[in-house]
């Protein structure tokens, strides 16, 4: 185990890698650092094989090599989404991305014996809203009331019901705004009013806003439970880095319990949770990204480097 590698799928530029991929080089962990991007450039290059004793082969980047039965642990950042050669008809291309997702892609879910943070399968079931609300009211969390929908006279009664009401995308999304500049979808507040039949063009997620007075952001590495509350007077905090002041506080018994069960739910070691904080002092569930930023965080930046790195040195060992 000492000589096993630990892979890191991610980008290039992802400079959230950094600091973890530094402290399992002090250890004298090797790092094979990976982006799935690669393989179509053929800067990345795989062979793997099968038969009745499992998969064996080989992956190779532009400085390293690693076999595919002797990694110790996986960690799934920020890898760059598949990437056809320049010049190929959009056809081969879809073919060709496709191909990769599946062949490179899953010659790496399959990695024998290897601890994923998280797996690439968990990442994505775990990413669905919907799944998250449901499993979080079953897991004990306060969750507030929500409802997705394409049916316009839903959504007003909705909003007439539970108001204030706002709106959320369902995923990160970025549009091209007034301008012609690409912007950022942010939490906005919604009343029935303002709902038409556009409504009916896709799925919408409308949620009964919370009556808070901070946000709290809960890192998750394992067992190791990291909170900061998020103090900036903003609908949607990420609306302005620069307002936010952020401070260590305690996560309360009850809710890292939920939050261990919710992890163990999903089969996840890695999860950013966001809650919204009441004056009361209820913490009320919004969502958790399993594969979320938390090195913008100082404050906590350095705990939870030092537990991935931990969680990823010790393997399945």
Same mark, same amino acid.
């Given at each position: 185990?000492?000589?096993? *590698? ?40 795989? /062979? ?24 110790? %642990? ?13 010049? +190929? ?8 991305? $496709? @191909? %990769? ?21 968990? $990442?994505?079931?775990? @990413? ?40 959320? *995308? ?6 091209? %705004? ?29 949620? %009964? ?21 998020? &103090? ?7 609306? &302005? ?14 809710? @890292? ?7 163990? /739910? ?16 209820? +913490? ?9 930023? +938390?090195? +913008? ?21």
């Amino acid at each position: 185990m000492a000589d096993a *590698p630990v892979l890191v799928v991610t980008s290039v530029d992802d400079a959230t890698a950094d600091p973890v991929t530094q402290r399992l080089f002090e250890r004298g962990v090797p790092v094979v650092r990976l982006d799935p991007a690669d393989f179509l450039g053929a800067a990345a290059r795989m /062979s793997a094989r099968f038969g009745s004793r499992g998969m064996s082969g080989r992956v190779c980047t532009a400085s390293r090599e690693v076999e595919l039965r002797g990694v110790r %642990a996986a960690w799934w950042r920020r890898p760059t989404p598949y990437r056809a050669r320049a010049g +190929w008809q959009e056809q081969i291309a879809r073919f060709a991305v $496709n @191909e %990769a997702g599946i062949g490179f892609g899953g010659v790496l879910a399959a990695l024998p014996d290897c601890l994923w943070v998280n797996h690439p399968w968990r $990442n994505h079931a775990a @990413e669905h809203k919907p799944a998250q609300l449901d499993t979080a009211a079953a897991c004990g969390f306060t969750v507030p009331e929500t409802l997705i929908t394409n049916e316009v006279d839903e959504a007003r009664a909705f909003a007439d019901a539970f108001g204030p009401v706002v709106y959320k *995308p369902l995923r990160h999304a970025v549009l091209p %705004a007034a301008d012609g500049r690409d912007g950022m979808i942010w939490v906005g507040p919604v009343v029935s009013a303002s709902l038409d039949e556009s409504v009916a063009g896709t799925a919408h997620m409308f949620q %009964a806003e919370v009556n808070k007075v901070a946000d709290v952001r809960v890192t998750v590495v394992g067992r190791w439970v990291f909170a900061v509350r998020i &103090d900036g007077g903003l609908l949607d905090w990420r609306a &302005d880095y620069d307002a936010l002041t952020y401070t260590r506080i305690p996560c309360p018994p009850e809710v @890292e319990r939920a939050i261990h069960r919710y992890m163990a /739910s999903f089969g996840l070691l890695f999860g950013a949770f966001d809650f919204a904080l009441t004056a009361a002092g209820e +913490w009320v569930f919004l969502e958790c990204n399993p594969n979320g930023q +938390w090195a +913008w965080i100082a404050e906590q930046e350095d705990a939870v480097a030092d537990a991935l790195a931990d969680l990823l040195e010790k393997g399945r060992a």
